[in-house]
């Protein structure tokens, strides 16, 4: 399995920090799946999308670009981002 990218990482840890300690990041880059399924909970994904938009100036669309870990990594590549901020 290949090591996640620092992006990744990063992602992960907002994801972690959003959710009120329900999800760490470990267990989100371990797991791929929707973050609903991993106990992020609705309100939580929309804190992560206004923590990433601000993050790297980018609009997200949620659910279609942020329902999980790599869909939201690959949505933030297609708008340039490469790494963290």
């Known amino acids: 399995m ?3 990218d620092e992006l ?3 992602l992960a840890e907002l994801v972690a920090g959003v959710s009120d300690g329900e999800v760490t990041a470990a267990e989100v880059l371990a797991a791929p799946l929707p973050f609903s399924v991993l106990g992020v909970t609705s309100l939580a994904q929309l804190r992560l999308i206004d923590e990433v938009e601000r993050a790297f100036d980018v609009d ?3 659910p279609e670009d942020a329902a999980d870990l790599r869909s939201l990594a690959v949505c933030l590549r297609r708008h340039g981002v490469q790494g963290p901020p």
């Open 8 to 10: 990744t990482r990063f």
């Open 60 to 62: 997200i669309d949620f």
């Open 2 to 4: 290949n090591e996640p």
